[in-house]
């Protein structure tokens, strides 16, 4: 076993892990943050993306021995106070999701985007690099459009 110790959503952890438990895994089972999707667990869906030390990252390819000390953060530790995110109430006002289930993935990847391209961040950029977030309902159009309104009010 392998202790790590980890801020997660704004409250450390510690925890004994296996040292192969992936971090998805961890989140999920351990922590009970459930928000986090296993889609594929080969790193090809995007449904496990989560924020490590403020960087998007697919929660199934790191080991959570490797987010020792770090600060992650999961789609529950979005909102505020009751509140919405600005990116989590775009989705829904402009329809950005169908079932759901990608769509804690792509909100934080949408975030790590905006962060790293600004307010005007165009919708070629946005599909671009929303290649490693499957959606199987969408069609993505209402995506961009929840993102790029997002961006405008961030």
Same mark, same amino acid.
């Given at each position: 076993m392998a202790t790590v110790t980890m801020t997660v959503n704004g409250e450390q952890?510690?925890?004994?892990?296996? +040292?192969?438990?992936?971090?998805?895994?961890f989140l999920?089972?351990?922590?009970r943050l459930t928000g986090t999707h296993v $889609?594929?667990?080969?790193?090809? @869906?995007?449904? @496990?993306?989560?924020?490590?030390? $403020?960087?998007?990252?697919?929660?199934c390819t790191m080991l959570a021995s490797q987010a020792d000390g770090k600060s992650v953060t999961t789609i529950e530790g979005l909102a505020k106070? $009751?509140?919405l995110h600005p990116m989590q109430a775009?989705?829904?006002e402009h329809h950005g999701l169908q079932c759901?289930?990608?769509? +804690?993935?792509m909100i934080?990847?949408?975030?790590?985007?905006?962060?790293?391209? $600004?307010?005007?961040?165009q919708e070629k950029t946005?599909? *671009?690099?929303? *290649?490693?977030?499957? @959606?199987?309902?969408?069609?993505?159009?209402?995506i961009v459009k929840a993102i790029q309104a997002a961006a405008a009010n961030m």
């Open positions: 952890v510690t925890r004994d892990v296996e +040292p192969r438990t992936l971090l998805v895994q999920r089972e351990d922590l $889609g594929c667990d080969t790193s090809q @869906c995007g449904a @496990c993306v989560v924020h490590v030390d $403020g960087k998007s990252i697919k929660s106070n $009751g509140e775009a989705f829904r759901g289930f990608c769509t +804690p993935g934080m990847s949408a975030l790590d985007i905006v962060q790293r391209h $600004g307010s005007s961040v946005i599909r *671009e690099e929303l *290649e490693g977030n499957l @959606c199987r309902c969408t069609g993505y159009h209402n």
